[in-house]
């Protein structure tokens, strides 16, 4: 795997906050509130402009409650579930994403995949994790802020996709980092962590998504601010890879973890 790239160097970051930027979110957006897109569906830009498409599939790991189908609620602007029931199968989940390149000014339109499937059912039926790693692009890694044993078992899980599947993005999420008062990780630790696996990690809060004028619609835009950190990360990540891949761009040796 490629070494991961500074932060802001693939992707313009604050981009989507710009008067450009928010004229091609508005093709994920309807009347401020958040598209729904199925699997074969894409968004269409008014007025029509020639973009590019970059797809990736996702899978999205961890421990039972760390927080994984809430995340992907989040990050495609659904109700995020206020009690938690462990998704007995595999679900998947589209979201689109426009951001702009650094190096050439261009657009892409990146479309997120990710696979979710639950823990219990990846133990129960064999055939389970062998389909949520095929053709995978990227594994994020989940922990809790309030779980430590969480935490603990993300060295466990990156050894073992080291050992499968080592040509794919890896990146780790914190969940209810809001609730960092009550946290369960300290900083010394996530600093250790960082320096051993050299991996990007990030953090999101399980706060319900900010509402429009009628109280009950989420707002769609407010959403999108609270995750582009994820998203951006992301299309950093697996367009940095691509670009390895191809020989655009040198690959650094990359150092195995204390």
């Not at 004229?23 to 401020?32: D, G, Q, S, W």
């Not at 630790?189 to 319900?208: M, N, T």
């Not at 109280?215 to 835009?221: A, N, P, Q, V, Y």
Request: aromatic share 8%; hydrophobic share 45%.
């Amino acid at each position: 795997m490629a070494r991961p790239p500074v932060p802001g160097s693939v992707v313009v970051p604050n981009w989507h906050e710009s008067a450009e930027g928010k004229e091609y979110l508005a093709c994920i957006l309807r009347k401020n509130r958040r598209r729904v897109f199925g699997l074969l569906e894409r968004p269409v830009l008014l007025p029509p402009v020639s973009i590019n498409t970059a797809s990736y599939k996702i899978f999205v790991s961890g421990k039972s409650g760390v927080g994984k189908t809430a995340l992907v609620a989040k990050l495609a602007g659904l109700e995020v579930p206020v009690v938690h029931h462990e998704t007995t199968g595999i679900q998947t989940t589209v979201v689109f994403w426009p951001a702009k390149l650094q190096a050439s000014g261009r657009v892409v339109m990146f479309r997120f995949e990710f696979w979710d499937c639950g823990e219990s059912a990846l133990k129960k039926f064999d055939h389970m994790l062998p389909a949520c790693m095929e053709n995978t692009d990227a594994f994020l890694f989940l922990f809790s802020f309030t779980d430590r044993a969480s935490f603990e078992d993300l060295p466990g899980q990156l050894n073992r996709i080291a050992g499968e599947a080592p040509g794919v993005v890896r990146m780790v999420i914190g969940s209810k980092f809001d609730q960092y008062m009550h946290t369960d990780v300290p900083e010394r630790d996530l600093i250790a962590f960082r320096q051993a696996w050299e991996l990007p990690l990030l953090r999101v809060k399980s706060v319900p998504g900010r509402r429009l004028a009628d109280g009950r619609t989420l707002d769609g835009r407010a959403g999108l601010a609270d995750v582009a950190h994820v998203l951006n990360g992301l299309a950093e990540q697996l367009w940095h890879q691509d670009q390895v891949a191809a020989g655009l761009l040198p690959n650094p040796p990359e150092s195995a973890p204390e």
